[in-house]
């Protein structure tokens, strides 16, 4: 069991992937350096959080970046939309290009079966059960479990019950 930020008793139906990615851009001349943002916005089927950061001294551009999707094809596409946005970039403004990417988590679903026992174990200890996809990763073989607002009689549950676990 992983705890996410939804609320108490939201049970994750399936959890989001994670690739984080890394890039950086060099130019010859502080002037050829274009302004920011270099990323542009991804579709609504995926999440970012990205950092650029430019050293004032020498002519290059510096950035880290996480992108979420619920699904493959979707984190997948929103690599391409990063990747293809730096080449765009780099090509029109005659920088070297160095990128990084590693798929962190895969997104994956909870098993039914897991799902309905956690289910019924937290109606039965009194909980409000809700099902939703999480946006939060979370390691093969968990279950995410919202818990905001009921933190400490959550985890009570969890650590009390012979079933279930804290990742």
Do not use: Y
Not at 32 to 53: C, I, Y
Not at 126 to 140: D, I
């Amino acid at each position: 069991m992983l705890a996410t930020g939804a609320p108490a008793g939201t049970i994750a139906t399936s959890t989001a992937g994670l690739i984080e990615f890394s890039a950086s851009l060099s130019w010859e001349r502080l002037e050829d350096v274009p302004p920011t943002p270099t990323l542009p916005a991804l579709p609504g089927t995926a999440r970012s959080s990205v950092l650029e950061t430019d050293d004032p001294a020498m002519p290059k551009r510096e950035i880290l970046g996480e992108i979420l999707a619920l699904s493959e094809r979707d984190l997948g596409s929103a690599l391409e939309t990063v990747l293809r946005s730096l080449t765009t970039t780099a090509a029109l403004s005659e920088a070297v290009l160095e990128t990084r990417a590693a798929r962190v988590t895969p997104p994956t679903s909870a098993a039914a079966t897991t799902l309905q026992a956690l289910a019924l174990d937290l109606w039965d200890a009194g909980f409000c059960v809700r099902f939703a996809p999480s946006w939060t990763p979370v390691p093969a073989g968990a279950v995410g479990l919202g818990v905001l607002g009921a933190e400490q009689e959550l985890n009570g549950f969890l650590q009390a019950h012979p079933s279930w676990s804290v990742a």
